[in-house]
Structure formats: C-alpha cells, structure tokens
C-alpha cells in the first residue's frame, strides 16, 4: 500500500522529469527559430539557455565580460536588485548594454 509521503515522492519525480521534458522541448524550438532567422545550424550542445528565479543569477562572481538584455527591463519589478546580480557576475570594468521598450513614448 502507497502511503501519503510514497505518492508525494513519486509525484515530485514526475513532475521533475516533466519539467524537464518541457523545458528541452522549449529549447530545441527556440533553437530552431534560431537557424530559421539566422540560417546558420545551432546546436543544442554548443548553446545553453539558463532559467532563473529572477532574484539570483546561477553564475560565478565575475564570470562574463558582458552583459546584454533587450526588452527585459521592463518587466523587472527590483531593478536594483537585479543590476546587484549584474555587476556580481561581471568582471571589473565590462560592458553592460540593456535596451527596454518606452511604452509611454
């Protein structure tokens, strides 16, 4: 007989193991619409898509010598918080380069 804590372990695996089926599929498709716009092949392997929580980005201190957003800011409630992360995984003296939309314009 399952009990309570069993089913809810199984569920949670489930629920991992669908996750993860959806985010690959996710990023084979954008993947895909990368080649189309491009017309250059992609590779899953050579590119890495990383979704994040929003409040810490899941890298290094100082690990890229640039960061790019565009149409992102926007929808950022803490600005201030999210620019921390930035300059925490920036290297000294890089380049940080956002574009977001003026909707009021």
Known sequence: MNTLKDIHRREGLIASILKSMVERYETRRYYRQVEKVTGQPVSHDSCRLVAY????MPFEDEMF????SNAVLEHVEDLNGLFDEIWRVTKPNVISY???HNFTA
Do not use: K
């Not at 010598?65 to 790019?68: K, N, R």
């Open 65 to 68: 010598d640039i960061v790019l």
């Open 98 to 100: 956002h574009l977001w």
């Open 53 to 56: 929580n929003g409040a810490h």
